[in-house]
């Protein structure tokens, strides 16, 4: 697929106009952005809950940048396209020819529109599929309630043409309002501004001025209340986890403060958390002004909030400088785990960033165990597959652990002076891994010769693996949680002499994933009778527990895995257990009676991750 996909690519270049087009294209839309681009869009939609559908029009404003094009290529994944306007230069509508492609496993179907004239705007009559991929619809019994229906948006990578036909690339930005009409037992919510005290009458309005990729534009709906938190933060949730989710995010504002104190102004005004239902199958989705959250972090002690500064971060590394494709995600991940663990420093002190530092780099560690050489590349070559494939740790931690090499070389001062301009030279641009080489080189690595090359900086970027020298995060607390072990493990103290009253939920992270596969299945029952970790409601120690336990084969957690894995869809948690039991027949077992019942639970996406594990 990919020689075919990248030849017909080539082929449409060619044709352009524009000769720069070719440069750092993006491979995942058949939009012809190079000659026509959306400047703004508006969506007038009906919610429908009976049928899961989103249906009416879609307004497109353009901006032509070749005199003689007048063809306009969108995305589109399972949409229905009923028909086609133009507006004249006189206003007038016209109706234009359109064509839909065959659908592409991965890229969807190319929506072709022809006016034979260059339109101010189109107007397209579609509807979405009740299987969107970017879409989940939640029957009011799988929601916490059980009396209202939920529905939610997940447009990254490339699941905003599963219900806007769009060019769907991070190269291109647009600011949106819309119009959604649907029954009044639902409050909808956008990623644009949205007014605390909207009545819930089922006829919503929205506004988002600064430009977007197709990517950030979200949308959700349920049985949603509003809390405040500060004046300018809140949380939408449903009731049961509304007051939960408030007084666990309450340092949001603290973290804001923060950042805009390391790398200048939040420029989104309102920042707002949703917290979805537990089958949303990320951690959280940083939709400007709108975080979308799991539930499965409110953990009622503060311990996993990261979470929330994560995506706080991308305020500035994402949504305000975005990676141009998707080969350059590390660019959004890579900053905003950076930036992320820097708010935590500064929020929650030292101690705790470096513990989440180093447990972030073990993980990475692990995963470049298994992860092929091509993909430990930040600037990753996806080789035609689904840009989902680029979410390993590799952008996230590997960026991370890059700019911090960057961070300890130059000295804190310089590097966080070089971000903080960073972030306001390419505020509401979309940039690729080319453009900030050259842009690091001129501003940091030239600025202050003999301290790092650009050789050294290109390593990091285009090598695989890690380079020597890389940053190894040292926790004290963690040192001491690792002696305590092995003294408890080659039989020198009593599990009781483990000082873990004071154990934060790292600590007790690191013990367990430090724990040898050789332990005993006697070892682990003493540990689980102690400390009952096979009923942990921390959803992350949980998690650890569970992936041990059937690694060394203790059979004790298997009711409350089941349990977990229905209750669940974030796919971080759910993923790696799948995997670990699918590698042995009875685990295998397990786990498709399992699926079984939490399949129609779980999010398209979380579905599709399953499907390929546990498929014969
Ligand atoms: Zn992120």
Redesign the pocket.
Known sequence: MLNRLLLIYALLLAGMASPSAAAGGDSYTYANYQQVTVSHLHLDLAMDFQQKTLSGFADLQLNWLVQDATEVYLDTRDLTIERVYGKQQDGSWQTVPFKLAARDAVLGSKLTISPAFQPQMLRIHYSSAPEASGLQWLNPEQTAGKTTPFMFSQNQAIHGRSWIPVQDTPAVRMSYSARIQTTDQVLVVMSAPNDPATARDGDYQFYMPQPIPAYLIAIAAGDLQFKAMSEQTGVYAEPYILEASANEFASTQAMIDATEQLYGEYRWGRYDLLILPPSFPFGGM?NPVLSFITPTVVAGDGSLVNLIA?ELA?SWS?NLVTNATWRDLWL??GF?SYVENRIMEQVFGSDRAVMEQALSVQALKDELQVLSANDSILHIDLQGRDPDDAFSGVPYTKGQLFLMDLEQQFGRDKFDRFLRQYFADYAFKSIDTATFVNYLDKNLLQQYPGVVSLEQAKAWIYQPGLPAGTPEPQSDAFTQVQQHASNWLAGNSELSSLPTASWTVHEWLYFINNLPLSISPEQMAALDNSFGLTTSTNSEIAHAWYLLALKTGYQQVLPQLEQYLIGIGRRKLIIPLYKQLASTPEGLAFARAVYQQARPGYHPLAQGSVDELLRN
């Open positions: 940083e994560h991308h994402g959004n991940e905003t």
